[in-house]
């Protein structure tokens, strides 16, 4: 089993060619479903379907209150090490880029953990670059049991792993794995992945299933947007997500929607990305995945997330830094991507509550000992 | 001779037409509508059928319905 | 208001069709049909008793009314093809409404055996209007077969019961480009309104009209009704949508 098939099936569809055909009524049906299937989200995601982003909006919005409430999930990326042995050619954390590498002590870790839990979050995702020399399996096992001292639920964002890796963690008190495809084009990520482990296609592509597999509770996925034609891409990813909730029915999938931003190196992204295009990727998922949670990132600007707000995001980051250590450390560093939305906890969070949200800091503790009682 | 006519056995005692036939029966002919072996005739023709041994007819006309 | 609804090639202004059966005296038929300006009407065919010839309800039905006999009786698509073409014989134009029931605990129709047919009697010329349970796939295929308006019921044939299918209705206006008339259970003039509010092309009521005190008054009360509810959605409370415009746009901020 693998997700593999399922983007082979699909992989030389001619896209151009079903978009061109479609006519006003295609896009009404796959509006008045109930549910869709993946022929009416590729409706949703076409050119002609962004005639409708008002309606398509309004039932994204119904469907997100209808299954999460006036909810928003709030969490915040705590970088641990930046060194990393990929040469991914639109990121600052790139091995072909001289910076100050930096990697976290535990001490470190901790002081940054009582940081961030002052605000009140106690969601986090750990994140690393790519780099099992630097931080291996067994550094990521003693920042979890520092950082369950201080967080509730616990996602990493790190490299691939096999399964027995993702037994341990899960052991150690993981519940969450965030990895990003990408790319799912085959032909286009080769040549943006040039160097390091990250080169293995399928390794990355059936990495969330051995996630899933491990018993994590909340499996994130995603494209990013920029890279490849983003209709094509956030297809794939809606099927991939959808591939996963299919067969593992008691992990919750997610599903990211980052868009290429600036970043040390330089790279100018093949697509461009407007805000409306990453407004009918949100929408469409929305309908196709009415359960399925989106999260969206600081990278897009404040205005644009408090717009998001209501169009189908549940989880959102806050108080955010990229770079290593960035909440208490000297900030001279280099951060993995430029951030937009700069504001700090309480301020998201009165922002949500403006929006007659709740902002959620706390969405359930493990009760199975994990915690070490 | 016998006929089925409407579902029930018939008995003829002489040749007829299949129009004198239904003014004998004294069937109002402007309404009704006449199948004969299974295949619908035009009134032009109910004269020319000379009614045989072992004829079905089916002899239909509107009634109300919803 | 130069408002018709168009089948085949007749053009109807009254969208108020109704039934001849279940009167308890048929002479009042073409009162009923003056007084409401009715214009299509619908008959069966049935085998005519020869040893007491009754009177034909074409009699009764005025000159001018559009005459949409059923195939009622027939339980599969082969009987109602030889229904229709025996009605068609009778010389009274070529619409057939076609009504293929197996079921006689509820009377509910075949959708399948009725698609056959429809499939057929479109090829040989009829204008055929299929009586069905609302189904979107097989109004679907109805629409493709290429019949000239589709017939949901609304509850089973002579309950009263009004527009229990709605929300399957709602679907059909919204997604089949032929005039949906609904036919069979509506009990009241509202539940007709009801009907057209949403988009209906037309209402068909034999039972709630032929059963009442005074059937003439109710088929007015109806044809009133019917002509009310057009008007309402013609007015602009437009196409019944599953989810309501919002004040405040979502995607202003867009702009």
């Known amino acids: 089993m693998s997700f593999y098939h399922t983007y082979e099936r699909m992989k030389d569809f001619d896209f151009k060619i079903y978009w061109d055909g479609l006519g006003d009524a295609d896009i009404q049906r796959a509006l008045s479903k109930t549910t869709i299937n993946e022929m009416d989200y590729l409706t949703l995601l076409s050119p002609r379907a962004s005639n409708y982003l008002e309606k398509i909006a309004q039932k994204a919005h119904r469907l997100t209150i209808q299954h999460f409430g006036r909810t928003m999930q709030l969490f915040t990326p705590m970088y641990l090490s930046n060194f990393c042995s990929n040469h991914c050619v639109y990121c600052s954390f790139s091995a072909r880029h001289n910076y100050m590498r930096k990697k976290l002590t535990l001490e470190q870790v901790d002081v940054e953990a009582k940081y961030i839990a002052a605000t009140g979050l106690k969601h986090i995702l750990i994140l690393t670059g790519e780099s099992p020399k630097h931080s291996p399996v067994s550094y990521i096992e003693d920042c979890v049991k520092v950082l369950k001292r201080h967080f509730d639920s616990i996602s990493i964002e790190i490299y691939p792993m096999e399964m027995e890796d993702y037994n341990r963690l899960v052991d150690a008190g993981v519940d969450g794995l965030t990895v990003f495809q990408e790319v799912y084009n085959e032909e286009t990520y080769q040549p943006l992945h040039p160097r390091g482990p990250k080169k293995n296609y399928r390794f990355r592509l059936d990495t969330p299933e051995r996630g899933c597999r491990a018993g994590m509770r909340n499996v994130n996925i995603g494209a990013l947007l920029g890279l490849e034609n983003w209709r094509q891409e956030a297809f794939f990813t809606g099927l991939h997500a959808d591939y996963l909730q299919d067969n593992y029915l008691d992990t919750e999938i997610s599903v990211s929607i980052p868009r290429i931003r600036p970043n040390v190196g330089g790279f100018t992204p093949k697509y461009d990305v407007q805000d409306r295009h990453l407004v009918q990727v949100i929408l469409a998922l929305r309908l196709f995945m009415p359960r399925c949670g989106i999260t969206l990132s600081t990278r897009e600007s404040p205005d644009l997330r408090d717009n998001l707000v209501q169009l189908g995001i549940t989880k959102m980051s806050a108080g955010v830094s990229t770079e290593v250590g960035g909440h208490t450390e000297d900030s001279s560093g280099t951060g993995q991507f430029e951030i937009s939305d700069q504001r700090s906890v309480p301020e998201i969070k009165e922002m949500l509550l403006g929006k007659g949200y709740q902002p959620v800091c706390k969405n359930w503790e493990p009760l199975d000992g994990a915690a070490g009682w | ?66 | ?255």
Not at chain 3, 117 to 130: D, I, N, S, T, Y
């Open chain 3, 1 to 255: 208001m130069t408002d018709k609804l168009k089948i085949g090639e007749q053009e109807i202004t009254n969208r108020f069709f109704t039934g001849t059966g279940k009167h308890s005296n048929d002479s009042i038929i073409p009162q009923l049909v003056h007084e409401s300006g009715i214009e299509v009407v619908t008959v069966a065919l049935r085998r005519v008793d020869l040893t007491s010839p009754e009177e034909n309800i074409l009699h009764h039905i005025p000159k001018g009314c559009i005459l949409l006999p059923n195939t009622s009786g027939a339980r599969n698509a082969e009987e109602a093809v030889r229904i229709a073409r025996l009605a068609r014989a009778c010389g009274c134009g070529d619409w057939i409404k076609i009504e293929v029931i197996r079921d006689n605990k509820y009377l509910l129709p075949d959708n399948y055996e009725t698609a056959k047919a429809a499939e057929m009697l479109v090829k040989e010329g009829f204008v055929v209007l299929p009586y069905v349970s609302p189904d979107l796939m097989v109004a679907k295929d109805l629409e493709n077969a290429g019949v000239a308006a589709v017939m949901p019921l609304g509850a089973p044939i002579g309950t009263n019961r009004g527009l229990q299918t709605k929300e399957m209705v709602r679907i059909l206006i919204d997604e089949i480009n032929l005039p949906i008339i609904v036919d069979a259970g509506i009990g009241r003039p509202s539940e007709a309104a009801e009907a057209m509010e949403m988009g209906a092309a037309a209402v068909l009521a034999n039972t709630a009209v032929a059963t009442a005190l005074d059937p003439v008054n109710m088929a007015k009360a109806f044809s009133m009704a019917v002509d009310a509810g057009r008007r309402a959605y013609l007015s602009g409370l437009g196409p019944i949508k599953t989810e309501a415009e919002a004040s405040s746009p979502l995607t202003g901020f867009l702009s």
């Open chain 2, 1 to 66: 001779m016998k006929i089925t006519v409407n579902g029930e056995q018939r008995n003829l005692d002489q040749k007829v037409s299949l129009h004198e036939f239904l003014e004998q029966n004294k069937i109002n002919l402007n309404v009704v509508v006449v199948e004969h072996n299974y295949h619908i005739l035009d009134r032009e023709k109910w004269k020319d059928i000379a009614l045989k041994d072992g004829d079905n007819l089916e002899i239909l006309q509107f009634v109300g319905g919803g």
